[in-house]
């Protein structure tokens, strides 16, 4: 099969109950326990009525301004879904628009991630899908391919592979590594409840900030009063 070519209409799959931890954390909590690194770049915005969503990767790669592809990846995909497409990051022209995103709420999809754009903007507002792109512009896509589903893909300067979690909401997106999730969750979890403490103390007897101090004295700084 030639390279470009390529559809796996069959994709690996997180748990469910992984997906049901992950919804109830904020993805900046998730992606704090992975070192920081597996977020994808700053940039992209929300534009569907779905502000938080979590689900499996379902992996698109499309040439830029091009989306016969991804019409074949929400296709596929299931309900709960994260279709997440490598458009190159280009804004010239738009990748999904009022139409295909009603045909995706109506397969209950989760979301689509873009790295590319989107347009009919007000209209993407009203539907019960999360979606995340790049940008918007009024410009049209083709249909004639080339591309891939079901392939490793770049997506907002982070690799994702088929059956990765995505969990994404209004701070952006991060990957958390199929086979990697349940500790990901696990420490997340317990970072997500020190959080919950630590905002306690802030609005009770206040935050203790001595923590301050004492990582600049062990990083060295001379301190003059």
Not at 58 to 77: C, K
Not at 186 to 202: G, L, R, S, V
Not at 206 to 215: D, P, Y
Request: contains cysteine.
């Amino acid at each position: 099969m030639s390279i470009g070519l390529r559809i796996a209409e069959q994709q690996p799959r997180i748990a469910p109950e992984l997906v049901a931890r992950a919804a109830r954390l904020p993805a900046a909590n998730i992606g704090d326990v992975m070192q920081r690194l597996q977020a994808m770049r700053g940039g992209f915005l929300a534009y569907g009525g779905r502000r938080a969503v979590c689900g499996p990767a379902v992996t698109v790669r499309v040439r830029p301004g091009d989306n016969l592809l991804l019409h074949r990846a929400i296709d596929l995909a299931q309900p709960g879904d994260v279709v997440v497409c490598d458009g190159g990051g280009d804004l010239s022209i738009a990748l999904a628009g009022d139409l295909m995103c009603s045909h995706a709420e109506q397969r209950r999809l989760g979301a689509l991630v873009i790295d590319g754009a989107v347009r009919d903007v007000r209209e993407l507002a009203a539907l019960d899908l999360g979606i995340w792109a790049r940008g918007a512009t009024p410009a049209g896509p083709y249909k004639e391919g080339p591309g891939e589903i079901g392939q490793p893909i770049s997506c907002g300067g982070q690799v994702v592979f088929p059956g990765d979690l995505i969990a994404a909401d209004a701070d952006g997106i991060v990957v958390v590594p199929r086979e990697a999730a349940a500790a990901v969750l696990d420490a997340a979890e317990a970072h997500a409840a020190k959080e919950a403490a630590t905002t306690a103390a802030i609005r009770g007897a206040g935050w203790e900030r001595g923590w301050v101090g004492e990582s600049l004295a062990a990083k060295g700084y001379a301190i003059q009063r």
